[in-house]
């Protein structure tokens, strides 16, 4: 089955700063990547997705990157905000299978 | 994007108690539902895949007898946890598929937090 790693575990950055987060991926035949964005208490939110005929996606101070060669993909968030400080969470799915896989998380603190 | 929503929002039981958890898709059919669990600070651990109309699919590890699982439409699922123990305290979410784009996207119900007594 697919596995899905994430780094790093924790990430901590000055307001203004940006912030990556990298994963990694087993199956090469999953096409759908999805990044949630989790609140203490709250359920997991998608604030963006990439499919695999795209290399990079863009969306205000947030962006993706698809390396399906290497089988990792990125987010990028730039000028940072306390208000992203939140739990992230990368997964992947192949389009024909039925369930994602997530990565173990990361941690933003966005200090001000 | 699609609403998904979960009730109760969080419930206390005693050990050895039932507590049923549903999950219902607001504005959109669901054929197939997902159950996770998540621990603190942990990621999401899928438990099992509810299908409308048929049995469930459980995750490898995830007792089915004690995990009960019901799709009996098209907008709700139930989960039943029997016979609750202290160790079955946690956060479960619920989440439900729909097809946008040729792309099955999944959005997660708000969580209920389960602490056994």
């Known amino acids: 089955g697919e596995n899905v790693e994430q780094h790093p575990s924790t990430l901590s950055v000055q307001e203004g700063d940006s912030a990556v987060i990298k994963c990694t991926y087993s199956?090469?035949?999953?096409?759908?990547f999805p990044w949630y964005k989790q609140e203490l208490g709250k359920r997991p939110q998608l604030i963006i997705d990439?499919?695999?005929?795209?290399g990079e996606k863009k969306d205000q101070r947030i962006a993706v990157t698809l390396n399906k060669t290497a089988k990792h993909f990125s987010l990028h968030i730039t000028e940072t905000q306390p208000e992203d400080s939140a739990v992230y969470f990368c997964?992947?799915?192949?389009?024909?299978?039925?369930?994602?896989?997530f990565g173990g998380g990361t941690r933003v603190l966005v200090k001000p | 994007g699609a609403v998904v929503s979960q009730h109760p929002s969080w419930v206390i039981c005693k050990s050895g108690t039932s507590v049923k958890i549903e999950c219902r898709s607001l504005?959109?059919?669901?054929?197939?539902m997902f159950w996770y669990r998540q621990f603190p600070k942990q990621s999401l651990m899928l438990m099992a895949t509810?299908?409308?109309?048929?049995?469930?699919?459980?995750e490898q590890g995830v007792e089915k007898d004690k995990f009960l699982i019901n799709h009996a439409s098209l907008t709700l699922s139930t989960l039943t946890v029997t016979s609750a123990h202290p160790e079955d305290s946690s956060f479960y979410i619920c989440?439900?598929?729909?097809?946008?784009?040729?792309?099955?996207?999944?959005?997660f119900g708000p969580g209920t937090r389960l602490t056994v007594t």
């Open positions: 989440s439900a598929r729909e097809l946008a784009g040729g792309v099955y996207e999944q959005y």
């Open positions: 199956d090469s035949a999953s096409n759908y």
């Open positions: 990439i499919r695999s005929n795209v």
């Open positions: 997964a992947a799915i192949k389009a024909a299978g039925n369930k994602l896989t």
């Open positions: 504005d959109f059919q669901a054929t197939t």
């Open positions: 509810s299908n409308e109309g048929s049995k469930a699919t459980y």
